[in-house]
Nanobody
């Protein structure tokens, strides 16, 4: 059973930056893509970004590329999401995931979810 633990969420002012992290342990995840979804209050969960297991391919949802950057450190089994020029509409719970069949529209298979980390962007 893969365990995903997110960290790094918090409160930031609009225009600011924040980096969230997700550490993976247990199970077999080395061949999975890892990434992030987010869910704002009253809204459906939305694809944010994913990175292939090798790190060679990245995917971004809904015009987030350019503000958000996903990366990973395989030695630490950790994926990062660097968020810049944050807007109040980026406020959400950010969930880490493992999966496959990812594209800019999301991942077709989700293996595991983390518990989520809150990101709040104040105006």
């Amino acid at each position: 059973q893969v365990q995903l633990v997110e960290s790094g969420g918090g409160l930031v002012q609009a225009g600011g930056a924040l980096r969230v992290s997700c550490a993976a342990s247990g199970g077999t995840f080395s061949t999975y893509a890892m990434g992030w979804y987010r869910q704002a209050p009253g809204q459906e969960r939305e694809f944010v970004a994913a990175i292939s297991w090798s790190g060679g391919s990245t995917y971004y949802g809904n015009s987030l590329k350019g503000r958000f950057t996903i990366s990973k450190d395989n030695a630490k089994n950790t994926v990062y999401l660097e968020m810049n020029s944050l807007k109040p509409e980026d406020t959400a719970i950010y969930y880490c995931m493992t999966g496959n069949y990812c594209s800019d529209y999301g991942c077709g298979f989700i293996g595991s979810w983390g518990q989520g980390t809150h990101v709040t962007v104040s105006s």
